[in-house]
């Protein structure tokens, strides 16, 4: 038990020696490395660069969920060229046929909803899935910026108001009651994204008008 939270501590230590290094550009490589690579701890590095830094937090969010979206294409690729069977393996026959039913009905949220969702949240099968479903390039890469936005936004609103400890917390409710975390933000998505349209759509109004 020692050895391995001593290498849990000298794995943490080398994380934030790498990330001192690379200043603001951090959460970017970080955020890559989680998706190409394997797990890295972005949500506390975001959390924390936000704490710290609050006055570039849109700064951070949006770095943060480009190094997701560029991380995820490699595996994107490979799900392409052949992932169909990869995926069959990690997962049961019924988990991958609702997996593929939900892109063939909705794509674009089949793949942005879970990409606001924190671990334990298995990403990258929906990734694979995406692949599977051939789902279309720009939208594939939209879905996984929106959905990453959405997390690392309120994620950050959250680290501001209670501290970079949130995040464990985050995790924990998430696991706990992962029906309810679902809803709200999938409604918050909803209301931002029409809002959005809404506010487009009085700014073209204003300018016919004038």
Not at 11 to 34: E, K, N
Not at 87 to 115: N, T
Not at 158 to 184: D, K, N, Q, T
């Amino acid at each position: 038990m020692k050895t391995l939270g001593h290498i849990l501590a000298r794995y943490t230590a080398w994380i934030w020696m790498l990330l001192h290094h690379l200043g603001i550009w951090g959460v970017f490589a970080i955020a890559f490395a989680d998706s190409a690579l394997l797990g890295m701890p972005v949500d506390a590095v975001v959390a924390t660069y936000v704490y710290k830094d609050h006055k570039r937090l849109l700064f951070y969010v949006v770095m943060a969920s480009l190094g997701s979206t560029i991380g995820s294409i490699p595996l994107y690729l490979i799900g392409y060229s052949g992932g169909e069977q990869v995926l069959r393996k990690r997962i049961s026959e019924a988990r991958f046929q609702r997996i593929h039913q939900s892109f063939e009905r909705h794509e674009f949220w089949a793949l942005m909803l879970p990409g606001m969702l924190p671990p334990p949240m298995p990403f990258k099968l929906f990734v694979l899935g995406a692949a599977i479903a051939e789902m279309k390039w720009t939208h594939f890469l939209l879905a996984i910026f929106a959905g990453r936005f959405v997390r690392f936004f309120v994620l950050s609103l959250l680290a501001l108001y209670f501290g970079p400890e949130i995040v464990g917390l985050f995790g924990s409710v998430f696991s706990r009651h992962i029906y309810w975390v679902v809803v709200a933000l999938s409604t918050a998505a909803l209301l931002g994204f029409f809002y959005w349209i809404i506010r487009g759509r009085r700014r073209r109004a204003r300018s016919i008008a004038a």
